[in-house]
């Protein structure tokens, strides 16, 4: 009988033990889920705007199919959805709506640049662009829509600048510093690519040979998520 009760509470101890260790796996692995939960949230908050938008930025280029136009001066325009290709033609539709040096908030109005030219692999763009230009909003009781020429002055790897003489007018690309200008009322050759930066750290308001280029807010926008939820 003695025998029998010693092997009864053996038993009754093991279980117990086992219930006890059973507990403690469970409780060790919320632990560590909540460590792990902590830990990621903790990376997420220590990550800058920039290398987040790094990162949405890579995101939304790996999931764009053109590899001619990711690989060439119009990457930044084609995950922004200004430039595409249809079929055998690359389209562009730039919608300048910054006018002036301001904060960034878009003018009412908007000065919009459209052509297209043959695709090709690698991208050649042409020595002549013909091109619409459309103006419309607040001040501009009818669309106006204006037809012209653009013809290659300046081309490097990096950027190109187109001017047209009947619209006295620049549109240039750089697409190392994903920028996108269209100057107005400009001379020919008196707008220079490399001259641009020290243009902007001349500004002077008041200056009446000052010139501005219109910009757009499509391209200075620098929050890759608003485009990936676009997709």
Excluded: W
């Excluded at 939304?60 to 690989?71: A, G, R, V, W, Y």
């Excluded at 009781?141 to 653009?150: Q, R, S």
Aim: contains cysteine; negative net charge.
């Amino acid at each position: 009988m003695k025998h029998t009760f010693f092997i009864l509470s053996l038993l009754i101890a093991a279980c117990s033990s086992k219930e006890k260790k059973e507990v403690n796996h469970e409780h060790k692995e919320v632990v560590t889920k909540k460590i792990i939960i902590e830990t990621n949230e903790l990376k997420e908050d220590e990550l800058t705007f920039a290398e987040i938008q790094d990162s949405l930025r890579i995101q939304l280029l790996n999931s764009k199919p053109n590899e001619n136009l990711k690989s060439s001066i119009l990457q930044e325009l084609y995950i922004k959805g200004l430039v595409n290709q249809i079929k055998d033609k690359i389209r562009f539709d730039l919608p300048f709506n910054l006018h002036g040096f301001d904060c960034g908030v878009p003018d009412c109005y908007s000065t919009d640049i459209l052509f297209e030219f043959t695709a090709s692999n690698p991208i050649v763009f042409p020595k002549k662009i013909d091109f619409q230009l459309v103006e419309y909003g607040c001040g501009i009781g009818k669309n106006i829509k204006e037809n012209g020429v653009f013809e290659l002055v300046e081309q490097s790897l990096k950027y190109v600048n187109y001017y047209s003489k009947n619209q006295k007018s620049n549109l240039i690309i750089i697409g190392d510093k994903r920028e996108l200008y269209y100057f107005s009322d400009t001379k020919p050759n008196s707008i220079k690519v490399d001259l641009i930066e020290k243009l902007f750290e001349e500004y002077n308001e008041e200056d009446p040979k000052f010139t501005e280029p219109y910009q757009s807010t499509t391209m200075r926008n620098n929050d890759y998520g608003n485009f990936i939820r676009k997709e």
